[in-house]
């Protein structure tokens, strides 16, 4: 079951999170939330892991939309 989108992206992880940024900008869409995943895990858990950072993308006209048509879907929404 798929239940992501993905692409590969030449560069550094920084640069990659710059593209991606950048990108969805271009689209509309702005970062309201970056969580690094690894930072959290060392801090709270005290494990390694690679590096993992998670967007927390909108775009405020399609938000609006979905949430008219189903407002339960705030659920799953970074626009808190």
Do not use: S, W
Request: hydrophobic share 35%; with cysteine.
């Amino acid at each position: 079951m798929n239940y992501y989108f993905n692409k590969t992206i030449e560069g550094t992880f920084e640069d990659v999170i710059d593209k991606v940024t950048q990108g969805l900008k271009h689209e509309g869409f702005g970062i309201l939330t970056e969580i690094d995943v690894k930072e959290i895990l060392k801090k709270k858990l005290d494990v390694t892991f690679k590096k993992y950072r998670i967007l927390g993308a909108c775009n405020p006209p399609f938000a609006h939309k979905a949430l008219q048509a189903e407002d339960k879907i705030g659920t799953m929404l970074p626009c808190t």
